[in-house]
């Protein structure tokens, strides 16, 4: 049996994770305790302890557990019908007990791996698992990415966001000591501390190796240790330090990073100015040229060797031509250029998903939509009564963030109008018709039971005529 699996917390006291972390998830909980929440997005790198921790926290609230590899099933049909079934609807423990939402006997439903879904409207499940969201499920919902950015914007912002950072070697370390404890076996700490280190703050991969070398063994000398060296990514701001404020030669930390030439030498060129003036400035951006005409060369001829030369004169090239060192910390910036991109990037997402909107409710091509229907769409919001934009806002099922791009300053009063009224479009096409039916009966029976002024008011095309 992997010790990985062996040796998985059980509860949340046994996660290895930092207090505000453990703190956020049961303030989560708690919250789905009182009725429907938002969805949980964990987010980090592999090894951390993402799926440990949603598994450990069922456990400590007795919550039945399902899981799901999004990256094995991302088609919207599957993702409907295991997320989106299994989200609103009651379920009965493996005694064969019925556990009711409303008293908190919840099912805590997990998709693993969900920034590898598909994002294609026709085949995708990020559509789906968006449209699955939206309905607010009864169930408590937890996503698990290693890169949270390969999501889509709208679904970042439909959950609550916790960011896991890579562990400590201390941590690691205390880990390998408890399982070396548990399974009888005497390890020297040197031997820990290198696998620890080796791990490059993944404990996953640490176990594996610590099983690797002790498998049969009772005692484990710096003899046996005998793990390859594993190549993990560099932090950026390690190589820049290393750059701007050491002697050590900087060039093969450049070369582990997850970033090509291309993006390095973004980030060495907007934190030069705040290490190097006068004269060291005018020699550090001289050797960026030098590296950019590489770049260059490598774009127009598909020359990749030459990278290794780029990447020597950004790095070890700006470093040495350096006469003084600024002391003191500097606090380091995300190039701004991708910043602007990245601006227009959303906007022009936020663009293409109302366009996706109008075309499919309007029933027009994605070219009309975007030549005819948007800038109407946008000069109605604008200045018909609240009411009004109000409604053709909730036919097209436009977010507040959408609302802000089409209607600008009158975004929130328009959004707050559908609030208040609980306007919404009637759209129910992801479930089964005989679901369906059942759903719009307890539906009718609920909203026949409050006052007229708090009943939802449904949405067709039909309703512009009536």
């Known amino acids: ?218 005692q484990i000398t710096s003899d046996d240790f005998v793990v390859g060296k594993r190549t993990h990514e560099m932090d950026v701001f390690k190589v820049l330090q290393k750059i701007f404020k050491t002697n050590y030669p900087p060039y093969a930390d450049a070369i582990l990073l997850d970033e090509s030439p291309e993006d390095l030498i973004q980030w060495v060129e907007e934190n030069i100015p705040l290490e190097y003036s006068g004269e060291d400035l005018f020699r550090g951006y001289l050797a960026l040229s030098r590296a950019d005409i590489f770049i260059g060369r490598v774009k127009r001829r598909q020359f990749y060797r030459l990278w290794k030369y780029a990447t020597y004169l950004m790095t070890s090239g700006v470093q040495q031509l350096r006469r003084e060192t600024k002391t003191g910390f500097t606090k380091y910036r995300r190039p701004q250029t991708w910043q602007f991109l990245f601006q227009i990037k959303q906007k022009r997402e936020l663009r293409d998903g109302i366009l996706k909107k109008i075309s499919t409710y309007s029933h027009l091509s994605t070219r009309k939509a975007k030549v005819e229907m948007l800038p109407i769409l946008s000069i109605l919001l604008k200045n018909l009564e609240i009411e009004k934009a109000a409604r053709i806002a909730a036919f097209y099922q436009l977010t507040r963030e959408e609302l802000e791009f089409l209607a600008g300053e009158r975004a929130a009063e328009i959004a707050e109008f559908m609030e208040e009224n609980r306007l919404h479009r009637v759209d129910e096409s992801w479930i089964s018709a005989e679901a369906f039916e059942r759903l719009e009966a307890a539906s009718k029976e609920e909203e026949e039971e409050k006052p007229k002024e708090r009943r939802v008011r449904d949405l067709t095309l039909d309703s512009f005529f009536s």
């Open 1 to 218: 049996m992997l010790w990985t699996e062996k040796y998985r917390p059980k509860t949340l006291e046994e996660v290895v994770a930092s207090k505000d972390v453990i703190s956020k998830v049961l303030e989560w909980a708690k919250k789905w305790q009182n009725g429907p929440w938002k969805p949980l997005l964990l987010a980090g790198p592999p090894g951390v302890g993402k799926t440990s921790l949603a598994m450990a926290l069922a456990n400590t609230m007795k919550w039945e557990f399902v899981e799901m590899n999004a990256s094995d099933q991302r088609n919207w049909q599957i993702i409907n019908r295991i997320v989106g079934e299994g989200a609103f609807n009651e379920t009965i423990s493996d005694e064969g007990e019925f556990l009711s939402s409303k008293s908190g006997r919840l099912k805590l439903i997990v998709l693993d791996e969900v920034d590898n879904i598909h994002k294609k409207e026709d085949a995708g499940g990020e559509s789906a698992l968006i449209r699955i969201i939206k309905k607010k499920p009864r169930q408590p919902l937890v996503l698990i990415a290693n890169d949270p950015y390969k999501l889509s914007t709208e679904l970042r912002k439909l959950c609550e966001f916790i960011e896991f950072r890579r562990l400590t070697k201390t941590q690691i370390t205390k880990v390998l000591q408890d399982i070396c404890k548990k399974e009888g076996i005497k390890c020297e700490k040197e031997v820990l501390d290198e696998i620890a280190e080796n791990a490059g703050g993944d404990l996953r991969a640490a176990i594996n190796d610590l099983q690797a070398i002790a498998e049969g063994e009772k």
